[in-house]
C-alpha cells in the first residue's frame, strides 16, 4: 500500500516536471531585456503575476493565429527578419500553442526590480488597478509571457506587454539569442493588431 500512495503522489511531479522542461531555468534573459527597457529600479511598478499565455506570443511571430504562416500581399515584408521557418516554427506551435497551465511570477524572478505582483487579467484586472493604485503615481502594468525555445533552442521567443490604466500601451514579441555567454535581443516586433 505504501508503494501506491508513492506512486501516485510522484505522478503529478512528473507530468509538471516534463511540462516545464520546454521552459527555461532561469529567467535571466528576460531580465536582460529589461535592462534594455530603462525601467527606473527605484519606482515600483505593477507586475501581472500571472504569465501571458503562449498564444500571444505565437500570434505575433506568425502574423496571423494558426500555424499557416500570413503574408499579406499587399505588404510581403518578412517582419521575422528571416527567422521565421517553417518546420521550425511548426515546431515550436506543437510544442506551446497546448500549453494552458496556468504560471505565476514570483518576486525573485526579477531580483532588480521593485514589482508589485497581481494577479488577475484583463479588464477586472485593469479596473481592480485603478481603484487600487488611483493616486499612487502608479499607472502602467507589464505583462510578461513564458520564454519559449525557437529553432532548436538557438533562440528564445517571449511576449512583452506595457499597459496603461487608460487601455492604451505596446504589445511585442521580444527574440533573444545567447551569444558568448550572454543573452542578446535580436529582433523586437510589435503587435501587427495593436501596435
Same mark, same amino acid.
Given at each position: ?16 516536471s516534463?511540462? +516545464? +522542461? ?35 506570443a ?14 499579406? +500581399?499587399?505588404?510581403?515584408?518578412? #517582419? ?15 510544442? !506551446? ?35 487600487? #493604485?488611483?493616486? +499612487?503615481?502608479?499607472?502602467?502594468r ?7 525555445? !525557437?529553432f532548436?533552442?538557438? #533562440? ?7 499597459? #496603461? ?15 558568448k ?11 501587427y493588431i !495593436?501596435?
Amino acid at each position: 500500500m505504501k508503494h501506491i500512495k508513492k506512486v501516485v503522489l510522484s505522478i503529478p511531479f512528473f507530468i509538471l516536471s516534463c511540462n +516545464s +522542461s520546454k521552459y527555461l531555468a532561469s529567467y535571466e534573459p528576460i531580465n536582460v531585456f529589461l535592462e534594455t527597457q530603462k525601467i527606473d529600479k527605484n519606482k515600483k511598478h505593477i507586475l501581472q503575476s500571472d504569465k501571458e499565455e503562449n498564444f500571444q506570443a505565437l500570434r505575433i511571430f506568425n502574423r496571423g493565429e494558426g500555424t499557416e504562416h500570413y503574408v499579406d +500581399s499587399t505588404d510581403p515584408t518578412d #517582419y521575422t527578419d528571416g527567422l521565421y521557418v517553417e518546420k521550425h516554427w511548426k515546431k515550436l506551435y506543437k510544442e !506551446y500553442v497546448n500549453d494552458t497551465l496556468k504560471r505565476h511570477w514570483k518576486k525573485e524572478d526579477f531580483p532588480n526590480y521593485n514589482f508589485i505582483l497581481e494577479r488577475g487579467t484583463g479588464l477586472i484586472l485593469t479596473r481592480n488597478l485603478i481603484d487600487k #493604485y488611483a493616486g +499612487s503615481g502608479i499607472y502602467e502594468r507589464f505583462i510578461i509571457s513564458e520564454p519559449m525555445y !525557437y529553432f532548436n533552442k538557438k #533562440y528564445i521567443l517571449f511576449s512583452y506587454s506595457k499597459k #496603461y490604466f487608460d487601455s492604451s500601451g505596446s504589445i511585442n514579441l521580444v527574440i533573444m539569442k545567447r551569444e558568448k555567454d550572454q543573452w542578446k535581443v535580436v529582433r523586437v516586433m510589435g503587435d501587427y493588431i !495593436y501596435n
